[in-house]
């Protein structure tokens, strides 16, 4: 079965600084990542993914995560952090030769606040 | 805005009640994801359907249904409602469903059984 873990519930960062909201994952195969963010009454609007290829994937916003194998992570980061990026932030796996397919697992979600 | 529409935003109802929700995926989607998202259950997934036909499914109770109508909308039926079944429900749609496609979510329904 595949799952995702987002070890930190929140992550507080001064604004201007890198900020990294940190994912891992486990999967049968060869997963697929994405990285969605949940502003207040909103939707949940897709920044990423890794799918396969480079391990440094950029997505919308300044945003960019590093998909490393070994350490089963998919870590989310962005150069510098802007009080607009204060959110609620989602990884989920897709696990393309398991069972769940089609399905999304999503963590639990870590609340990014950027401190003015 | 992604493309993907539901309806009623908020729904407020009783316990033993029956509720719809519908969706509405981006145009020339052919799979409609339904998600709950709670605060003691996160968000998961509930049920995919394809072109009509119904893919995968999740922790969907057997008190809930859905269904993927010709012009490719999809409702969720939620009947005899309990107090835990207060949530927001997503609609997600993407072009077919496989490979790395990106899921499209909708703007939720927020609902509350009193």
């Known amino acids: 079965a595949q799952s995702v873990a987002q070890p930190e519930d929140q992550v507080n960062v001064a604004e201007g600084n890198p900020l990294t909201v940190k994912c891992t994952y486990s999967?049968?195969?060869?997963?697929?990542l994405f990285w969605y963010v949940q502003y207040p009454n909103r939707g949940l609007q897709f920044l990423l993914k890794?799918?396969?290829?480079?391990?440094l994937v950029k997505g919308s916003y300044g945003f960019e995560a590093e998909f490393n194998k070994s350490q089963t992570s998919f870590h989310l980061k962005k150069p510098s952090a802007l009080v607009s990026d204060s959110a609620l932030y989602f990884c989920?796996?897709?696990?393309?030769?398991?069972?769940?397919?089609?399905?999304?697992?999503f963590g639990k979600g870590t609340k990014l606040s950027v401190i003015p | 805005d992604s493309g993907v529409t539901q309806t009623p935003k908020h729904l407020i109802t009783a316990t033993g009640q029956r509720v719809t929700l519908r969706c509405s995926p981006r145009?020339?989607?052919?799979?409609v994801y339904w998600y709950q998202q709670s605060l003691d259950q996160g968000l998961q997934f509930l049920i995919q359907?394809?072109?009509?036909?119904?893919?995968a499914k999740g922790n969907i109770l057997e008190r809930f249904s859905a269904q993927q109508f010709p012009d490719l909308h999809s409702e969720l039926n939620l009947s005899s409602l309990e107090l835990g079944d207060s949530a927001l429900y997503f609609c997600?749609?993407?072009?077919?469903?496989?490979?790395?496609?990106?899921?499209?979510f909708g703007p939720g329904t927020r609902l509350l059984v009193l």
């Open positions: 890794y799918i396969t290829g480079d391990n």
């Open positions: 359907y394809y072109n009509g036909e119904e893919r």
């Open positions: 145009s020339g989607d052919l799979s």
């Open positions: 997600a749609s993407s072009v077919v469903g496989g490979g790395g496609e990106t899921q499209y």
């Open positions: 989920a796996v897709r696990d393309p030769a398991g069972a769940g397919s089609y399905q999304l697992t």
């Open positions: 999967v049968s195969g060869n997963p697929y």
